[in-house]
């Protein structure tokens, strides 16, 4: 049987014949091509790689995607409707392209740069490349070498900006099979503090397309970023994306993923926590159902003595639906009174649902303070029979406890508009009864 790496991918000759942006810069184009002759030499993961074991690209790498996009007929009364916040500065990218119709950056307040990638490349020299290697099962490289839009996000010093930035990414679906390319650079500088949503959606229901996205975040000393990231594409769609981010000291970040959409969806998050009382917080939600495929990689590096960390993802399986959770954290030599706690909880609504998961911690120091855990259960009977005995019917009662169980993750987000938006937008998944 043929294996990933000896099948020409659809993305083999598109970096040759496509003309990127960028091509001024020699920097990028020499970035472009060492990551071409790496995915060359890797291709798509298999699953004879260990952090693939339980996802396969078989399907994805059989898909003829195009990477032309038709001009799209989106307005802006389209746009706001999907749109997960009324109030934010907002940078929409429509399949594969900058929409300035369709964004709101007039008027950024001081100290807050938000532009589209294309058009700020040149200021990306320093840190573009800085948060992922290539070496890591060619998807980074792919990512690198195919890249042609995104978001460039800096704060300057001690800015704490007053309104949330929304990157909204729009899949209208009007051109058949399209791959789409996307990096993120977001820099916070020093004591500065920043709300960021990531948006992902679909238009058609059914279409299929590919989002390949990487977010690459830095953290100055004291600097907070709260990031909110929504996946809700169509169930024919493929998601790979990587979000990694170094920390320095007395830094915060509190990353939280909702994957809801897709036929696959794989998500890379790795915090690098490399300065004292630095903390991270990952929560994550995954809600599918049918023969969806989610699968959540997280790592968090605890390089230096005082740092904290937090995670907990959360689970709803339904259907014939397939979900993976590997959360890894490494406490590295000398890392003491270091203060770690990891859980993932899962709710399997069907007996053909398949949930692997794998929390994991390495620990090289001696005086530290971790723990770790996962479930995997079934609704309570006990408290369906409850509420079905004070007049609830069935589906209701089973809706209610399953967003009970889901809700914990969006009560540790503290922006109530936001926290409000992600908890309509869940309940649209759950069954509804009378």
Not at 38 to 56: A, C
Not at 286 to 291: D, I, R
Request: aromatic share 6%; hydrophobic share 40%; proline share 2%.
């Amino acid at each position: 049987m043929k294996q990933l790496t000896d099948i020409t991918t659809p993305f083999d000759d598109i970096a040759a014949t496509q003309t990127l942006p960028g091509q001024e810069l020699d920097w990028l184009q020499q970035l472009r091509q060492q990551a071409r002759a790496q995915f060359q030499r890797q291709g798509l993961p298999s699953k004879k790689v260990e952090d693939w074991k339980y996802t396969s690209l078989w399907a994805l790498s059989q898909e003829a995607f195009t990477h032309e996009a038709a001009a799209s007929q989106l307005d802006e009364m389209r746009c706001s409707q999907v749109a997960l916040l009324e109030t934010a500065y907002r940078l929409v990218i429509v399949d594969g392209q900058f929409s300035a119709e369709l964004s709101h950056l007039d008027c950024l307040e001081t100290g807050l740069t938000v532009e589209p990638l294309s058009q700020a490349f040149s200021k990306t020299k320093s840190v573009l490349g800085q948060q992922v290697t290539l070496e890591k099962a060619g998807l980074n490289a792919l990512n690198t070498m195919l890249m042609t839009e995104g978001a460039y996000i800096q704060v300057t010093a001690n800015t704490n900006v007053s309104k949330p930035v929304e990157l909204l990414v729009i899949n209208t679906g009007e051109t058949d099979k399209l791959a789409t390319h996307l990096r993120h650079v977001i820099d916070i500088a020093e004591d500065a503090e920043l709300t960021l949503v990531e948006h992902y959606v679909s238009l058609a229901d059914n279409s299929v397309g590919l989002t390949d996205v990487i977010s690459e975040v830095n953290l100055a000393e004291k600097a907070h970023l709260s990031h909110f990231k929504l996946q809700h594409e169509s169930l024919s769609h493929y998601h790979i994306a990587t979000l990694a981010g170094k920390q320095a000291s007395s830094s915060v970040w509190h990353t939280n993923n909702i994957s809801l959409g897709a036929k696959l969806a794989r998500n890379d998050i790795h915090s690098q926590l490399l300065g004292e009382q630095a903390h991270v917080t990952m929560d994550g939600l995954y809600l599918v159902a049918g023969k969806q495929h989610v699968d959540n990689h997280t790592r968090i590096d605890h390089a230096v003595p005082n740092t904290t960390s937090e995670e907990i993802y959360k689970g709803v399986l339904d259907g014939d639906s397939h979900a993976v959770f590997n959360g890894k954290v490494i406490v590295h030599k000398d890392a003491q009174k270091t203060d770690a706690n990891q859980s993932n909880r899962n709710l399997l609504l069907s007996r053909t649902c398949e949930i692997d998961t794998k929390p994991e911690m390495e620990i090289y120091a001696d005086d530290v303070k971790c723990g770790h855990g996962s479930t995997v259960g079934q609704l309570d009977e006990q408290q369906l029979f409850f509420l079905r005995a004070r007049g609830m019917n069935e589906t209701s009662a089973r809706s209610l406890l399953t967003y009970a169980f889901a809700v914990e993750v969006l009560q540790r987000i503290s922006d109530m508009p936001i926290r409000q938006a992600l908890s309509n937008v869940i309940e649209t998944r759950l069954p509804r009864g009378a």
